[in-house]
Nanobody, 123 residues
Framework: QVQLVESGGGLVQPGGSLRLSCLAS????????MGWYRQATGKQRELVAS???????EYVDSVKGRFTIDRDNAKNMVFLQMNSLKPEDTAVYYCNADRTVVKGQGWRESEYWGQGTQVTVSS
């Protein structure tokens, strides 16, 4: 019932920038938290950044000062501006919508994931 579609990944040189976007569509009433996770080859998926509907932001230490997460609540979209990219930022980035309430399911909260978008930082 809910689909998350990411865009904006690609190949960039070290020091460059990328902006990821994610659109959540479906019969959505509200999404409490939206965020970005990443998974590098051979590593576990980790939270990169998240933002609540009220604007509270959290970042993993390794991206603080370089990445910025923003959200458009009216459009159910979340964005990740990534600056000063490093090779270690290379990963598949996944959009996440947590504590999502959908029409027709009472007030049950569910979690949804996008398919992922590849970000490669290399010279």
């Amino acid at each position: 019932q809910v689909q998350l579609v990411e865009s904006g990944g690609g190949l960039v040189q070290p020091g460059g920038s990328l902006r990821l976007s994610c659109l959540a569509s479906g019969n959505i009433i509200t999404i409490y938290s939206m965020g970005w996770y990443r998974q590098a080859t051979g590593k576990q998926r980790e939270l990169v950044a998240s933002i609540t509907s009220g604007g509270w932001r959290e970042y993993v230490d390794s991206v603080k000062g370089r990445f910025t997460i923003d959200r458009d609540n009216a459009k159910n979209m979340v964005f990740l501006q990534m600056n000063s990219l490093k090779p270690e930022d290379t990963a598949v980035y996944y959009c996440n919508a947590d504590r999502t309430v959908v029409k027709g399911q009472g007030w049950r909260e569910s979690e949804y994931w996008g398919q992922g978008t590849q970000v490669t930082v290399s010279s």
